[in-house]
């Protein structure tokens, strides 16, 4: 059943949002987190698993030194201190898709602790704390199947894929995000998708939220106005895409709104976020660190980074992304609206793959944030999940600025490419969509739509050249929008002046 909510913006008058983001990233090393098995996207059903990362007896753990590399780097970035000595732990719980039992993951020891990121949101720096990044193995995937959501309720039965078992995950955690206010689930979208960028950038993840590399659970909690005490949370979990966080978060803050203002109490629990209903639904109660048993992972020797190798990573890392934003909108010449709208749409990698394939900023703009943004929005999905490659984007414009197409033809082989039906220059052969540059099929095309209007050519002759848009749209419609409105226009002119 559907909970009643709040009006976010009285919401907003009556309750403070407090939130506390916990961002998990899958690194992108070949092998797992403590065997040598693949991690390789997309192979077949538990064809990547071993005695160890299925938990059978013998199977030892031995760590991945080039997640330990990234864990540090992750860290540096995120401006943490770096750990002189940590341990792994384990967390004692049960779960079909976890092999073992227990997860081999990081408690009170993580190798990288309290730091921060800067953010710029709606024109305001927001400083998010970081309590900690550490290192922790992922679960397999469970399938449920036989229901209509796909989830275990109203499932006939569940199939387990130990593929993603023992990946490598580190998990970001910040502190308190507090003083908000409305603007929370724009924070909350800003510093996923600073982390996502960041990750990127470092190339330690290949940061695909819709292949879950990337997932947030957002915790929320809201506190009348004008307390300080923390109010009980909720963790709405595995939310894998920048849209889906925004909304995660506003719709927890509206529902525990109505709840408190109706006097009930807000349950500590687990929810999960329904995308096609845009709404939160109760999961398992939350457990607490006591339940978790934590303790040593015996099998395990503990990480000591000397500081010269913290110090080497430290020469490693790339420009933030805070700072690539400011250099790229000076040298597009982006306003600050229009680069504020790039950032929102996540098309800054995009863009910049573009221009670097030889088109000028504004026009990948254009059809990355217009196009490409609308058929995105149509099926779902984050612009970069789209079936076109920057590389075609630029090369349909190469061919709009040759004159061999227009804007409108470009949006029907942008629709061939997304189709599947080939490169662009293939769907333009294909479709026939090249516009026609013959003078005389162009000239025979204008004189039958003076013949057919002859009112609107009087008007041209006598001097109103603002109605040629009748006869150009005339000519346009005759020539399928295959035609130059620039040379159309001329054609006309020239006929009747």
Same mark, same amino acid.
């Given at each position: *059943? ?12 009556? /309750?403070?949002?407090? *939130? ?18 693949? %991690? ?16 059978? $007896? ?22 943490? !201190? ?13 779960? $079909?898709?976890?092999?073992?039992? /227990? ?9 990288? /602790? ?7 949101v709606d024109g305001e720096q927001v400083r998010i704390g970081i309590e900690r990044a550490h ?32 990946? $490598?995950?580190?998990?970001?955690? =910040? ?21 996502? !960028?960041? *990750? ?9 939220? !819709? ?24 963790? =709405? ?6 849209r889906s966080v925004e909304r995660a978060v506003a719709y927890e803050i509206s529902r525990q ?12 629990? %687990? ?49 933030? $992304? ?84 227009n804007d409108k033809l470009a949006r029907q082989v942008f629709e061939g490419v997304l189709a ?55 000519? *346009?419609? !005759? ?19």
């Amino acid at each position: *059943m559907t909970e009643s909510i709040m009006e976010f913006d009285t919401a907003l008058e009556n /309750f403070d949002p407090v *939130m506390g983001l916990e961002v998990h990233v899958e690194l992108n090393t070949a092998s797992k987190m403590f065997c040598a098995c693949s %991690t390789e996207f997309g192979a077949e059903p538990n064809s990547q698993t071993c005695p160890t990362c299925l938990a059978l $007896p013998g199977g030892m753990p031995v760590i991945n030194g080039k997640a330990v590399e990234s864990a540090i780097r992750i860290g540096l970035a995120l401006n943490c !201190e770096i750990a002189e000595w940590c341990r792994m732990s384990r967390k004692n719980y049960f779960y $079909p898709d976890m092999p073992k039992n /227990f997860q081999i993951s990081q408690y009170d020891e993580p190798i990288a /602790f309290d730091g921060h990121v800067d953010l710029e949101v709606d024109g305001e720096q927001v400083r998010i704390g970081i309590e900690r990044a550490h290192m922790e193995e992922d679960t397999g995937k469970s399938l449920h199947v036989g229901g209509a959501t796909g989830r275990i309720h109203g499932a006939d039965h569940s199939l387990l894929d130990y593929n993603r078992a023992g990946v $490598p995950l580190i998990e970001i955690v =910040t502190k308190p995000v507090e003083g908000t206010g409305a603007k929370a689930p724009q924070v909350a979208r800003a510093y996923v998708q600073y982390i996502r !960028e960041l *990750m990127k950038a470092l190339g330690v993840s290949h940061a695909r939220m !819709e292949q879950g590399n990337i997932r947030c659970d957002a915790n929320v909690s809201l506190r009348p106005v004008g307390t300080t005490e923390f109010g009980t949370r909720t963790e =709405t979990k595995n939310v894998n895409s920048l849209r889906s966080v925004e909304r995660a978060v506003a719709y927890e803050i509206s529902r525990q709104a109505q709840v408190l203002t109706d006097g009930g109490m807000i349950n500590q629990e %687990t929810r999960h976020w329904q995308e096609g209903e845009g709404i939160t639904t109760a999961g398992r109660s939350k457990e607490t660190a006591e339940d978790y048993r934590y303790f040593p992972e015996p099998d395990l020797v503990p990480i000591a980074p000397s500081r010269e190798w913290v110090a080497e990573l430290q020469q490693t890392l790339p420009e933030p $992304p805070n700072v690539r934003l400011k250099r790229l909108a000076e040298a597009w010449q982006f306003s600050e609206l229009e680069l504020r709208d790039v950032v929102a749409a996540g098309a800054i990698d995009l863009i910049e793959e573009t221009v670097t394939a030889g088109a000028s900023p504004q026009s990948a703009r254009k059809w990355w944030l217009s196009e490409l943004a609308r058929r995105a929005n149509e099926a779902g999905v984050e612009l970069e999940a789209l079936a076109i490659t920057a590389v075609q984007v630029a090369e349909i414009q190469k061919l709009v600025d040759a004159g061999t197409l227009n804007d409108k033809l470009a949006r029907q082989v942008f629709e061939g490419v997304l189709a599947g039906e080939g490169t662009p220059a293939e769907v333009v052969q294909a479709r026939g969509l090249a516009v026609v540059s013959d003078d005389s099929a162009l000239g025979d095309a204008v004189d039958r739509a003076i013949e057919a209007n002859p009112d609107v050519a009087e008007k041209i002759r006598g001097g109103k050249v603002a109605a040629a848009g009748a006869l150009i749209g005339a000519v *346009m419609k !005759e020539m399928r929008g295959q035609a130059d409105a620039g040379k159309v226009r001329e054609l006309i002119l020239a006929k009747l002046s």
